[in-house]
């Protein structure tokens, strides 16, 4: 199996995953409250956690988490304007965010209005700001991931720099004729999160969720394989769809 360790847990459907997933984000912020006073989350942006997010925003979860001690990043995030229909930031906060009592100093995005290099390098600062000595960025108690088709995760994608201590990159993309940047988290800030939850979709990655999961270990082509935890939880929730060749 090429990702070690990691607890499975398959869903009927969509809703059905998303209500599990609300309930994991809750009770992991209580928990991380109840024993270091705050919860410090690493947010997924794209379609998949998007219903996960709009039940945060309402009862009865809205009112089983204490906002106020929430402290919310990005575990990457498009190089657009935040008020751009592609930052991760504008939906996250457009669903979740802007419906609950978060502090706005506790809300850390990705300086996008920057070039790609000094965003990286500003987000690093932002993460040694709320570093766990001796790692230079916060031990995150939930980090939340998603799966592309191509087996990437964040915006670490097949052939990126494999060996790295850094805590962000800036990564340029080529598609649709231009090149884009984002700007993402590093396997090693993933890997030290408490709790590590893959969130993955439809028929369509039922594929490239058994090529991970089960395939020949190629981190280098599957990047999502670098997620392995060193001293936290690894969880993958899938639905039917994308649990059908797993």
Avoid at 35 to 56: D, H, I, N
Wanted: hydrophobic share 40%; charged share 25%; with cysteine.
């Amino acid at each position: 199996m090429a990702v070690i360790g990691s607890d499975i847990r398959v869903f009927q459907d969509p809703e059905a995953l998303s209500q599990a997933a609300a309930a994991i984000f809750a009770e992991t912020a209580n928990q991380a409250i109840a024993e270091r006073g705050e919860f410090r989350v690493a947010l997924s942006g794209g379609k998949t956690p998007e219903r996960m997010y709009a039940l945060l925003a309402q009862s009865p979860h809205r009112e089983l988490i204490d906002w106020h001690r929430l402290h919310a990043f990005w575990g990457d995030e498009r190089c657009v304007p935040p008020e751009d229909l592609h930052s991760n930031y504008r939906q996250i906060r457009d669903i979740l965010l802007s419906h609950v009592p978060v502090p706005l100093e506790n809300i850390h995005r990705v300086r996008t209005e920057l070039d790609p290099g000094p965003a990286a390098e500003d987000y690093a600062r932002v993460l040694r700001r709320n570093a766990d000595p001796p790692l230079e960025w916060p031990r995150f108690d939930l980090v939340l991931l998603g799966l592309g088709e191509d087996g990437h995760t964040a915006s670490l994608f097949p052939g990126s720099p494999m060996q790295t201590t850094r805590a962000t990159l800036a990564v340029a993309l080529q598609g649709e004729g231009r090149q884009s940047w984002r700007v993402t988290m590093t396997p090693a800030v993933f890997n030290s999160g408490r709790r590590v939850v893959f969130l993955v979709l439809g028929a369509g990655k039922s594929r490239i969720v058994a090529s991970v999961l089960h395939g020949e270990t190629k981190p280098d082509k599957l990047p999502a394989q670098r997620i392995q935890p060193e001293a936290g939880e690894l969880i993958w929730m899938l639905d039917a769809g994308a649990a059908a060749n797993s």
